[in-house]
């Protein structure tokens, strides 16, 4: 589907960005870097929810007046163009203010209701413990603490004598952002719904489910490590997209490239640099 | 109370005041050199001075020449009174940081003796600059010559009184203090405060109070770096001091809002005394909402009654007593909205363009791509496209408005968007305080413009 595309696109030139930052003169923008940051968000859930939407199909999804469905129909509708990825949005509103609403759907239509993110968050754990892992996902979580000091405490106050909460305590105690962890919902609930296509989707479920337990992780990653990691993935990704605009997770060098971006805490590039 | 959208319903004719080219500062070259990119333009109290800052950290200074009264036709001009190095590249050692010379923003204090007085900041450090003329020089000491060298005792054989004489006016510029080590992030703003002792500096997180004769120390005001850095969701864009009551001062964010703080109800001014914001237009809302929501400039009117912001496709006044929405809305270009992707690509909505009132707050203008600017006239509800071009450079010719087709058939004379060039872009430009005369600064140039005189 072109608006993956257009929002995999967006991702990769928002984390562009984010990395020639980082060899600009004059230090890293936190404001450019802030903006940034919100767009490669939103492009991420645009894409999240474009693939999870591309395997709803195939599940016949019987909820009515699902935004993500009327979204979906209405997307088909718009013809492929530069300006897609600013409709896209549009009908999707990822904004942060419309996220409690559409938690508040999903839970309506899900099964197993649960009144906070934190029941959400351990819900997809419990499945992940019960699921097989995927050996790149696990990678980015083998990161030595050492190495994760250098760039979160590098713009360490020099006129306030503050002292920032060590990278471990932070990242142990920082929940994924709502969006995310809602979506991952989204796709167990799913998951656990239809039994379509079991095992291409438990895969790619569970190791969304587990990239969620990663995230926690990842936000404490050397910012460098990620940026090569994505570097090369993308660059494979990009020749596969061009062979399969309609790569599905078969492809591994997909997965591998999609779990990365699922991986992704976009705060945790531009502000651990910080 | 009002809420006005102004659009073009007629230009010309009637009494609107018709802009002429004045003059045009710098290099010629198509080939711009990063130094001399200017990066912020500010007239003094009186209009006499004009300051630019580049990118290489250099100001200049020009002055308007006393008008020549036998002549009304001869407009007065503005030539090259000071030129100095205001900030040199630093490197911080602790965080292999470079720090840019860049200057970012000039602010002329109030004159109050012989010499004028600017604070002048780049990224990290603000500097007061002392500019004062010299025209006369001591001559006649007893134990040096002329040039310095000392004479020899045994020569001297009378004794005279040293006398002033005049010389060539030689201006100078000296650094009077240095308030460093007060921010970590960058600074963005800089403002003096009314009451002529104390300015504010912004950065993205944080405004610090300054006493402009204290150095060493500076009063945090607001503070809004949260705990955990990653929960960091708006920094601060812009700050300014109210023009009269010395107690208050407004910033904006980059989620498009504004907070006005009274210094009066606590040393810390983290919690705002008013919360200036507009509800989103929901369909309005793309991919892109959020940055171009982020403000770029805020300025209080002359009369301190209104304020005025920027964000990346309007310009919005607002009633310092209505929180809630802005009294009038501006479309600076709303042709890029559909563009917002590409400019994204670009780097082009990162882009920070500056507003100003002219002197009886009836006209507001800001900056735009393909060296436009634009005029918003606030009373007769009009609004002009200008161009700031090599073309338009004979003397007293009047700047013809300009029209972009945003779609559909072109006409003649109109400009399509595809063929607007945003490598040019008008960020800073600047309006006499009293008269209607312009400074507008291209990339690397600075046009002045006046009201055609009949």
Known sequence: MEYKVEAHRIMSISLGKIYNSRVQRGGIKLHKNLLVSLVLRSARQVYLSDYYSGACLNAQSEREGNEWDITDSEREKFPPSATECDRVESTEEPQPNEQPEKEREYRENDDEVKSDQVDCTSTLQEQNQNSSLDSVAKVSSETPPESITEPKESPSDSAVAERDSTPEANGESHQPPKPYVCSNRKRSAEESESGDSPQKRTKVASSNAKEDEEAEEMDTSNVSNLITIFGSSFSGLLSKESAKPEAEAEDSGQICCDQMLKNLNPWSTAIVAF | ?454
């Not at chain 2, 705002?272 to 793309?286: A, I, T």
């Not at chain 2, 918003?376 to 009009?382: A, F, K, V």
């Open chain 2, 1 to 454: 109370c009002l809420s006005g959208i102004a659009t073009v319903t007629k230009e010309g004719g009637g009494n609107d005041v018709q802009w002429c080219f004045s003059q045009v500062k710098g290099a010629i070259d198509d080939d711009v050199a990063e130094a001399d990119i200017i990066s912020t333009v500010e007239f003094n109290h009186s209009g006499e001075l004009l300051a630019t800052g580049d990118k290489g950290g250099r100001v200049v200074i020009f002055q308007q020449e006393t008008e020549n009264k036998s002549q009304p036709q001869c407009r007065s001009e503005y030539n090259v009174y000071s030129t100095f190095q205001s900030h040199e590249p630093e490197f911080d050692y602790l965080k292999s940081l470079e720090i840019e010379e860049k200057i970012n923003k000039i602010r002329w204090l109030p004159q109050k003796n012989a010499a004028q007085f600017l604070l002048s900041t780049n990224d990290k450090t603000i500097k007061l600059w002392k500019i004062s003329e010299r025209d006369k020089r001591p001559e006649g000491y007893n134990l040096k010559e002329e040039d310095g060298r000392y004479r020899d005792a045994a020569t001297i054989t009378t004794l005279r009184v040293p006398v002033f004489r005049p010389m060539d006016l030689m201006v100078e510029a000296s650094p009077r203090r240095v308030f460093a080590n007060g921010h970590t992030y960058h600074i963005n703003s800089i403002s003096v405060n009314s009451d002529n002792e104390t300015y504010l500096s912004a950065d993205d997180l944080r405004i610090n109070l300054w006493h402009l004769e204290i150095t060493d120390r500076s009063f945090n005001v607001v503070d809004i770096k949260p705990a955990n850095m990653e929960e960091l969701t708006e920094v601060i864009t812009a700050a300014e001091f109210h023009p009269h009551q010395c107690n208050t001062f407004v910033y904006s964010s980059s989620k498009g809002t504004i907070r006005l703080c009274d210094m009066r109800a606590s040393a810390l001014c983290d919690k705002h005394s008013k919360l200036f914001e507009e509800p989103e237009d929901p369909s309005n809302r793309s991919f892109f909402s959020e940055i171009i929501s982020s403000i770029s400039d805020v300025k209080f009117s002359h009369n301190g009654r209104y304020m005025m912001t920027r964000d990346y496709l309007s310009v919005k006044i607002w009633d310092l007593n209505m929180e809630n929405r802005p009294v009038e809305t501006y479309q600076v270009h709303e042709y890029l909205r559909s563009k917002l992707c590409s400019l994204y690509e670009n780097d082009c909505i990162f882009d920070k363009f500056e507003c100003c009132w002219n002197g009886n707050d009836s006209v507001v203008m800001t900056g735009s791509y393909n060296n436009f600017f634009r005029m918003l006239d606030r009373s007769q509800r009009r609004d002009v496209t200008l161009e700031a071009s090599r073309e338009s450079c004979k003397p007293r010719q009047v700047l013809k408005p300009r029209r972009v087709c945003a779609g559909g058939k072109r006409k003649k004379d109109e400009i399509s968007v595809d063929s607007l060039d945003f490598n040019k872009k008008i960020l800073h430009t600047a309006w006499h305080p009293q008269e209607n005369i312009i400074a507008v600064a291209t990339t690397n140039n600075l046009y002045i413009f006046q009201e055609k005189v009949n």
